[in-house]
C-alpha cells in the first residue's frame, strides 16, 4: 500500500478523533517565556510557573544602611516593629523595673475596652487626691469617658486614671485585678502592677519588652492611637468660664513629623521613661527606653533609636505596570500565543536582609471567549515567607470564542503540519 494513502488515512482517523473527544474550547497548553522555569506544578484550576528569590537589593529604591544602632543611654531599651513584632533592637529588655506613668498605656487601653466614651463619670474622693501630675478633679465633679481618657493619655493626670479605673471596675483594686489579668493574657511575664497611674508602689513593675508588647497591642485601637498622637487638647472645666487646655507630656508629638505616640513617664526611681511610635515609609515601630537621666536624652535617644529602625527597612519596586510575564496558548488559533501582562506596579518596603520570593501562576487551561483585561494569572511576593502583595496578569487583548468555522480551519492547520511532519 501507498506510505502516503496510510499517512493520510491515519491523519484523517487523527483528526476525527481528536475532533470527536476535545470540548468546546477548553486547551491545556500553557507557555512562558525563557526566563521562567519549565517546569509546572498543578494549583487546582492555576499552575505554578515559575518560583525565585530576588537578589537582596534588586529594583531597591532607598538602600539600607549599615550603620550601627545607636548608643542609647537608658538602663534598658527594645526597638520592634509594630506591624509583626519584629525585634530590631534590644538592651537589658527584659529587666524589671519601675515604669512610671508608663503604666498607663495598659490603664488607657483597659478603660477603652471596658467603659463607653460618651459615659459620664463622677470623681470620688480617692480620684481627687491621687497627687502629683493632675487636671485637679474635684469630688463630685462629672466628665466624660472620653475627657478623662484625654487627661490621662495626653496630660498623664492620675486623678484620671483613678476615676477610670474605678468607672471600669467598681474599685480601684478590682481594676488592678484587671490590669494583672491582661498582663496576663498579653504574655508580658515581666510585668505586675499595683496601681492604674504609675506611682512607686511595691510590686510595681515592667520591663521594656512588656511594655513594647503592651504598647503594640494598644496601638491597634483606632481611639488610643489618636489620642496619644494628640499634640493639645481642651477638656470641659465645670464651674469655670474657660476650659482646662491638655498639652502632650511627649514633646515629641508635634515636633518630630514621623512620632506618632506614645507615652512618657518619670519618677525618682523610674528616671525618665519613653514608649514611642513612629511611622515613615510604610514602616511603623514602637521603641522603649527606661531609666533614663535627663528628659532631654530619652527624647534623643528614642528619636535615634527609631531613625535606626527606619534606616533597617527598604522600599522595593517588586513589579511594574503592564510587564509581559507569561504566555498562552490560545485553543484553535494554530501558533499563535496570547500575552499577560501586570495590570499595576507594586511598592513594598522590607526587611533589608529578609528574602522576597517571587511566584508567578496563571490559569491551567484557557476557555474562550477571553476579554482583554480579564485577570488570568498572578505574581505573588513573600517576604521571610509571608505574602506581602500580589499582582494580577491580564490577558492583553480580547479573543472571542471560535466558530465551527474557526475550529475547522484550526483543525485542518493541525493536520497539515502534522503530514508535512510525518513526510
Not at 222 to 239: D, L, N, Q, S
Not at 285 to 313: P, R
Request: proline share 4%; net charge negative; hydrophobic share 45%.
Amino acid at each position: 500500500m501507498d506510505p502516503r494513502i496510510t499517512r493520510r488515512t491515519g491523519a484523517l482517523l487523527l483528526l476525527l478523533l481528536w475532533f470527536l473527544t476535545v470540548g468546546s474550547g477548553s486547551f491545556g497548553l500553557l507557555r512562558v517565556g525563557a526566563a521562567l522555569s519549565a517546569t509546572t506544578t498543578t494549583l487546582g484550576t492555576q499552575q505554578q510557573l515559575s518560583s525565585e528569590v530576588l537578589p537582596p537589593v534588586a529594583d531597591a529604591t532607598q538602600t539600607a544602611t549599615t550603620a550601627p544602632p545607636p548608643t542609647i543611654r537608658g538602663a534598658a531599651a527594645i526597638l520592634i516593629n509594630m506591624d509583626d513584632g519584629r525585634v530590631l533592637f534590644e538592651n537589658n529588655a527584659d529587666a524589671q523595673r519601675s515604669i512610671a506613668s508608663t503604666t498607663k498605656i495598659m490603664t488607657g487601653i483597659l478603660a477603652l475596652e471596658t467603659i463607653p466614651l460618651d459615659r459620664v463619670i463622677k470623681a470620688s474622693q480617692k480620684a481627687t487626691d491621687a497627687g502629683e501630675s493632675e487636671i485637679w478633679l474635684e469630688p463630685g465633679e462629672e466628665l466624660t469617658a472620653e475627657n478623662l481618657m484625654y487627661a490621662l493619655m495626653v496630660r498623664s493626670a492620675n486623678d484620671a486614671a483613678v476615676a477610670l479605673a474605678e468607672s471600669s471596675a467598681g474599685s480601684l483594686e478590682a481594676f488592678v485585678k484587671a490590669m494583672n489579668a491582661k498582663a496576663v493574657e498579653l504574655g508580658l511575664t515581666n510585668t505586675h502592677f499595683a496601681n492604674p497611674h504609675g506611682l512607686e508602689a511595691k510590686g510595681h513593675y515592667s520591663s521594656a519588652r512588656d511594655l513594647a508588647t503592651l504598647a503594640r497591642y494598644a496601638m491597634q485601637n483606632e481611639e488610643f492611637r489618636k489620642m496619644v498622637a494628640t499634640e493639645k487638647a481642651r477638656i470641659p472645666w465645670p464651674g469655670r468660664e474657660y476650659d482646662r487646655v491638655l498639652e502632650n507630656r511627649n514633646s515629641l508629638i508635634g515636633s518630630v513629623s514621623f512620632v506618632t505616640g506614645i507615652k512618657t513617664g518619670y519618677t525618682g526611681k523610674a528616671g525618665f521613661c519613653l514608649v514611642g511610635s513612629g511611622a515613615r515609609d510604610g514602616v511603623s515601630l514602637v521603641s522603649v527606653i527606661l531609666g533614663e537621666e535627663h528628659k532631654d536624652d530619652v527624647n534623643a535617644d528614642s528619636v535615634a533609636l527609631l531613625e535606626y529602625g527606619f534606616s533597617l527597612y527598604r522600599q522595593v519596586n517588586l513589579m511594574e505596570e503592564d510587564v509581559p510575564v507569561a504566555e498562552l496558548d490560545i485553543p484553535y488559533h494554530f501558533g499563535e500565543k496570547l500575552t499577560l501582562s501586570t495590570d499595576r506596579a507594586l511598592v513594598r518596603t522590607v526587611f533589608a536582609a529578609d528574602p522576597i520570593t517571587k511566584t508567578i501562576s496563571a490559569q491551567e487551561q484557557l476557555t474562550l471567549p477571553v476579554d482583554e483585561g480579564q485577570a488570568l494569572g498572578k505574581v505573588t511576593f513573600e517576604v521571610a515567607g509571608v505574602v506581602t502583595g500580589e499582582v494580577d496578569l491580564v490577558a492583553t487583548r480580547s479573543i472571542e470564542a471560535p466558530t465551527l468555522r474557526v475550529k475547522l480551519s484550526y483543525i485542518w492547520d493541525r493536520m497539515m503540519n502534522w503530514i508535512g511532519k510525518a513526510t
